[in-house]
């Protein structure tokens, strides 16, 4: 049976990270903007919670590790692939701006080797475009599957457990600077992955609980998203480069999950109800992922906001974040139209 709040989930999922890079020229300053810039940050945790959750609730009843890793491969890794080696020879061969120079090339490049290796250091880090970092975790997460449905099996006790201690230690390590660390990334979001397959596991508890209590989990988010901008003086997503140093507490995933929490609370008041564009936006979630990078590139290409100073911050970014989710839309479903069938091993859709 299908969840059609979770499909809901997954659209606003998807909103919320093309929120989070759709800043364009908007700098929060004042606290009100903080708190927003702070609801509107980090949108991976729930990309990554839903992921956890579908994976025991689809997934497990007839676990097959190969044709689970075959289909991964093919709606994930391949779109990653054509598009991140399309932006190769785009930003790196062709226009001459690689990203992240000064991290992947420390010297000049007049070797084909070197070019081939610097090909694979984008592809292992996914810094070729902004969200791209995502797959070569998560991908690290699909090969780790036996190890989450040893966890399944585990009591829920000791789950919970294991769940809280490596919540703690990610709440130490942080995301990676420019998250270009997967093996970083990994160890911060793999307790959101198990959280999110112990609520699939006990949904019904889990559903029940949350049931009438939105104004108390939304209560909770906005109390920890103002709790980092008192406490820390910033805003936004945590990133550290050492493991090992300390720099506080990253508030920012216990928001996150929080809201997770907060959503589906919310959700649940609409599971009767037809929301066409969510449900379609989830369905498409995959395309947008892929494809709004380079529709953020091309505005950004543009000195289309040396010309809207005058225009509040706030007001631009609604502006750009409505363009560029819209135009992801359009592009991914002119893809569609075109290649078919095939589009699902271009854009994952």
Known sequence: MRLRIFDYFRGLAILLIVAGHSYGPWIAESFTEKMLANLISGGTVLFVFMSGFFFYYIFYPQFDYCGFMAKKTKQVFLPYSFLS?????????????????????????????????????????????????????????FILSPAFIWQIKLPFRVQAILIVFLLAVSSIVHRPVDNLS??????????VYMLGIVCAINKEQV??????????????????????????KEYGNFH?????SYQGIDTML??????????????QKFENKNLPFLEFTGSVSFAIYFLHPWVIYLIESFPIYDNLAFIPGFTLFMVNFTVVILSSILLAYGIKKVFRGRSRFLIGW
Do not use: R
């Open 182 to 191: 997967p093996l970083h990334s990994l160890l911060y979001f793999f307790p």
């Open 254 to 267: 216990f928001q996150k999950i929080a809201l997770c929490f907060f959503i589906l609370s919310v959700l």
């Open 207 to 232: 559903l029940c609980f949350i049931k009438n209590k939105s104004i108390i989990l939304g209560l909770l988010v906005l109390g920890l998203s103002a709790l980092q901008i008192l406490v820390y």
């Open 85 to 141: 080696l399309l932006a190769f020879v785009s930003l790196v061969l062709c226009f001459e701006t690689p990203p992240f120079p000064e991290v992947f090339i420390p010297e000049p490049l007049t070797e084909c080797w070197q070019y081939v290796g610097l090909c694979l250091q984008y592809l292992w880090t996914g810094a070729l475009m902004s969200s791209y970092w995502y797959v070569p975790f998560i991908m690290m997460i």
């Open 240 to 244: 550290k480069d050492s493991l090992l």
